[in-house]
């Protein structure tokens, strides 16, 4: 009995790892609202970026607010490769980086670790 007790529980692990590193998991995206010919997102850097998807309309100038609380030294960077970006994010400090919307397209970013990523689409 605690064979098949110890069997049933390992099958369970296994299969939350499968899910956690393989399953499709809901991103959480936001359209940025304009205002003064300019668009605004704020991001939190929190275990991760919420959101990690953006939604940002073409030709409009955008900057991204990223706030990082997370002390995870991984997150201490964030890395946009299609705009050359590496901008540090100091701790409990908001941070702002500009994005060109000039190009339609999807444009990921990643913390400086490559283990966290989001999202910028411009449509």
Same mark, same amino acid.
């Given at each position: 009995?605690?064979?098949? +007790?110890?069997?049933?529980?390992?099958?369970?692990? +296994?299969?939350?790892?499968?899910?956690? *590193? *393989?399953?499709?998991?809901?991103?959480?995206?936001?359209?940025?609202?304009?205002?003064? %010919?300019?668009?605004?997102?704020?991001?939190?850097?929190?275990?991760?970026?919420?959101? =990690?998807?953006?939604?940002?309309?073409?030709?409009?100038?955008?900057?991204?607010? *990223?706030?990082?609380?997370?002390?995870?030294?991984?997150? %201490?960077?964030?890395?946009?490769? %299609?705009?050359?970006? !590496?901008?540090?994010?100091?701790? !409990?400090?908001? =941070?702002?980086?500009? +994005? %060109?919307?000039?190009?339609?397209?999807?444009?990921?970013?990643?913390?400086?670790?490559?283990?966290?990523?989001?999202?910028?689409?411009?449509?």
């Amino acid at each position: 009995m605690v064979r098949i +007790i110890v069997l049933l529980i390992g099958i369970c692990i +296994i299969g939350f790892i499968v899910w956690w *590193f *393989f399953g499709k998991h809901e991103a959480v995206t936001e359209t940025a609202a304009i205002a003064s %010919d300019q668009q605004d997102v704020d991001i939190l850097v929190k275990g991760g970026y919420s959101p =990690e998807q953006v939604v940002l309309k073409q030709g409009v100038p955008a900057k991204l607010h *990223f706030t990082r609380t997370d002390p995870s030294s991984c997150l %201490d960077h964030v890395v946009f490769p %299609d705009f050359g970006i !590496n901008q540090a994010l100091p701790q !409990n400090q908001e =941070e702002t980086i500009t +994005i %060109d919307t000039s190009k339609p397209g999807e444009y990921g970013w990643a913390c400086g670790m490559d283990m966290f990523h989001g999202k910028v689409i411009i449509k």
